[in-house]
């Protein structure tokens, strides 16, 4: 198997990757994403440039986000990073939608009164989930609604919206709301 990993050290997505490679002891080649030449040769195999993207030569395949890349390499190495109970698995996200549902009742925003780059940083893992496995909690479902209703959060679903079919899975309908 011959992995590639186009990925910079210092962005935290691709240390997420880098983690995952190191604990199951899979060689990898590494190619460095700097400047524009770097975005340049990355958007020649993954059109959007976002990084990480791991490239298996051998199977032919490419693949964006850190947590797409994680599940595929743990499969293919039989791995112990993602549980193979899916119960299991999806637990863990329970537990924390809940905390982030229990923080949202005392406060409108991840950080407070205000939004705060908190709130910048929680929107995209809010936004995938949501495809992936859902919230039950009224707290976490309100605070997703603000989110969407914020100019800057708009556009950027906006700007993302015709690279959905990128997703390895389909979008739900309501993705977008209602709530």
Same mark, same amino acid.
């Given at each position: 198997?011959?992995?590639?990993?186009?990925?910079?050290?210092?962005?935290?997505?691709?240390?997420?990757?880098?983690?995952?490679?190191?604990?199951? *002891?899979?060689?990898? !080649?590494?190619?460095?994403?700097? #400047? =524009?030449?770097?975005?340049? &040769?990355?958007?020649? @195999?993954? $059109?959007?440039?976002?990084?990480?993207?791991?490239?298996?030569?051998?199977?032919?395949?490419?693949?964006?986000?850190?947590?797409?890349?994680?599940?595929?390499?743990?499969?293919?190495?039989?791995?112990?990073?993602?549980?193979?109970?899916?119960?299991?698995?999806?637990?863990?996200?329970?537990?924390?939608?809940?905390?982030?549902? *229990?923080?949202?009742? !005392?406060?409108?925003?991840?950080? #407070? =009164?205000?939004?705060?780059? &908190?709130?910048?940083? @929680?929107? $995209?893992?809010?936004?995938?989930?949501?495809?992936?496995?859902?919230?039950?909690?009224?707290?976490?479902?309100?605070?997703?609604?603000?989110?969407?209703?914020?100019?800057?959060?708009?556009?950027?679903?906006?700007?993302?919206?015709?690279?959905?079919?990128?997703?390895?899975?389909?979008?739900?309908?309501?993705?977008?709301?209602?709530?």
């Amino acid at each position: 198997m011959t992995l590639v990993l186009y990925q910079h050290p210092f962005a935290s997505y691709c240390q997420k990757v880098l983690i995952a490679l190191y604990e199951l *002891d899979l060689p990898f !080649e590494s190619h460095l994403i700097e #400047g =524009e030449e770097g975005r340049a &040769a990355l958007a020649r @195999i993954w $059109p959007p440039a976002g990084m990480p993207v791991l490239r298996d030569e051998d199977a032919g395949l490419t693949l964006p986000e850190s947590t797409t890349i994680i599940e595929y390499l743990d499969a293919v190495a039989d791995g112990p990073l993602v549980p193979a109970d899916a119960g299991e698995a999806l637990q863990a996200l329970d537990t924390a939608y809940g905390v982030l549902d *229990d923080r949202l009742a !005392e406060q409108p925003w991840a950080g #407070g =009164e205000t939004f705060t780059m &908190a709130d910048c940083a @929680i929107f $995209p893992a809010l936004f995938y989930l949501r495809g992936v496995h859902r919230w039950e909690g009224d707290n976490v479902r309100r605070y997703y609604r603000d989110l969407l209703a914020r100019p800057s959060i708009a556009r950027v679903v906006d700007d993302a919206r015709p690279y959905r079919d990128l997703f390895p899975l389909p979008w739900p309908a309501d993705q977008d709301g209602p709530f």
